[in-house]
T-cell receptor, first 114, second 108 residues
Framework: EPEVTQTPSHQVTQMGQEVILRCVPISNHLYFYWYRQILGQKVEFLVSFYNNEISEKSEIFDDQFSVERPDGSNFTLKIRSTKLEDSAMYFC????????????FGSGTQLSVL | RKEVEQDPGPFNVPEGATVAFNCTYSNSASQSFFWYRQDCRKEPKLLMSVYSSGNEDGRFTAQLNRASQYISLLIRDSKLSDSATYLCGDTGGFKTIFGAGTRLFVKA
């Protein structure tokens, strides 16, 4: 069964450092999403991306965050200057239909900011 | 965007029991709903879509009540392997808003 692949599975960084989280979508999927889940809390929407543009973003997704699909394969989430409160599990999700669709999630990157 | 509310539980049920979860949503314009299952520290996995006409998949039945703005999930003949957190998802446009999840523990 096709799956969404995320790397790394764990990332430890110092506060103020930049991190890049990577995702390889399912091959025929065109819509890409990032979600995060702080330990013990709900899964929160960050951003959706289609055709090299952001479709929607949440209030969480401020200027510290950016997304891109640099090589037509990977879909990345960059956090420019990490804060302690950025510590969370970050999930990439993909879909093929766009609006109002079901999501397929990767196994996540656990980010720990020290 | 308005919220999605779920009873966090936990629901503790014996094997073979029938258990039901509800999820309320406040955006009357919402179009699509899904139930996802999340195991501890794992990614959410799609369980089933939710339609006004109801949707049944084996032991699982999902229902949407637009008038009262809630969706439900019924699990019959619970198995130990059903122990997980169940998330409802309100999908509109290019994002899904999740509830905080309902924890289910099925005991032998």
């Amino acid at each position: 069964e096709p799956e969404v692949t995320q790397t790394p599975s764990h990332q430890v960084t110092q506060m103020g450092q930049e991190v890049i989280l990577r995702c390889v979508p399912i091959s025929n999927h065109l819509y890409f999403y990032w979600y995060r889940q702080i330990l013990g809390q709900k899964v929160e929407f960050l951003v959706s991306f289609y055709n090299n543009e952001i479709s929607e973003k949440s209030e969480i997704f401020d200027d510290q965050f950016s997304v891109e699909r640099p090589d037509g394969s990977n879909f990345t989430l960059k956090i420019r200057s990490t804060k302690l409160e950025d510590s969370a599990m970050y999930f990439c999700a993909t879909g093929w239909a766009g609006k109002d669709e079901k999501l397929f999630f990767g196994s996540g990157t656990q980010l720990s900011v020290l | 965007r308005k919220e999605v509310e779920q009873d966090p539980g936990p629901f503790n049920v014996p094997e073979g029991a029938t258990v039901a979860f509800n999820c309320t949503y406040s955006n009357s314009a919402s179009q699509s709903f899904f139930w996802y299952r999340q195991d501890c520290r794992k990614e959410p996995k799609l369980l089933m879509s939710v339609y006004s006409s109801g949707n049944e998949d084996g032991r699982f039945t999902a229902q949407l009540n637009r008038a009262s703005q809630y969706i439900s999930l019924l699990i019959r003949d619970s198995k130990l392997s059903d122990s997980a957190t169940y998330l409802c998802g309100d999908t509109g446009g290019f994002k899904t808003i999740f509830g905080a999840g309902t924890r289910l523990f099925v005991k032998a």
